[in-house]
């Protein structure tokens, strides 16, 4: 009897592992190059204000604001997907995800609603045009 929970803990361990490996593997292969992820991490206040005004905007897309929702309360919770402790991913991977969510946000909502609302610098807009691979 105890060697079948004890199997059953293992097995959960093992499968929790092994979609951590995954999610980690699937953050560094979509990362921006080493240049984005500094300017990222140079433009995370501003980008973080930009997600949260975009949420804010009733005339986003439903899945807009659900994605901003979605990333914001993981930007807020202590838990990261990537330990601090880890060396190049650690304190990257909210710069990162947080570019991949803009990504995807500003294919769907438009640059236009980008432009509107970004807080910071012409500079850093062109920034994030970049980040994000817009024209």
Do not use: N, Q
Request: hydrophobic share 55%; aromatic share 6%.
């Amino acid at each position: 009897m105890w060697s079948d929970v004890w199997l059953i803990v293992l097995g959960v361990v093992a499968g929790a592992a092994l979609i951590w490996a995954g999610l980690v593997a699937a953050l560094w292969i979509g990362k921006p190059d080493e240049v984005g992820v500094r300017e990222a991490l140079r433009l995370l206040p501003d980008m973080l204000r930009l997600l949260k005004r975009l949420a804010a905007d009733p005339a986003m897309p439903r899945g807009v604001r659900v994605r901003l929702a979605l990333l914001l309360a993981y930007l807020a919770l202590p838990i990261d997907l990537v330990p601090d402790f880890i060396p190049v991913l650690g304190y990257a991977d909210d710069a990162i995800i947080v570019a991949l969510v803009l990504r995807s946000v500003t294919r769907r909502a438009g640059p236009e609603a980008v432009k509107k609302h970004w807080p910071g610098t012409p500079e850093g807009l062109a920034a994030v045009r970049r980040l994000c691979r817009l024209r």
